[in-house]
């Protein structure tokens, strides 16, 4: 799914984790480690880094469990622009996050 068109701006922060580096050394090893499930890679289909993912309830406190957790951070996934730039795939950006919460809302 494409979110960000050329020439609109975005500040490139990506908040992503490489899964071959340490401690994971592998998907298998990222999922076991943080208990999450990789919903998406990176960049040109760089299947080592995890920019989409689900991170399943856990008990957070002793007698209180936490809630699912999707993290969106691909740099593409930026709302502003400050080029003023129109983006022709902000629909898309927009199904993602309400597909998102609608997943969460279940």
Not at 1 to 15: E, Q
Not at 69 to 98: C, F, H, Q, S
């Amino acid at each position: 799914m494409i979110l960000l068109d050329k020439g609109c701006s975005n500040s490139n922060r990506t908040l992503q984790w490489g899964v071959d580096w340490d401690p994971y050394g592998s998907m298998a090893g990222w999922e076991e480690r943080t208990g999450a499930k990789a919903l998406a890679s990176g960049h040109d289909f760089d299947i080592n880094r995890v920019t989409i993912a689900e991170f399943e309830p856990y008990e957070a406190l002793k007698g209180f469990t936490s809630g699912t957790v999707i993290t969106i951070g691909t740099p593409a996934y930026e709302w502003y622009d400050r080029n003023n730039v129109a983006n022709p795939y902000r629909n898309n950006m927009i199904k993602l996050t309400k597909n998102a919460i609608n997943y969460l809302c279940k």
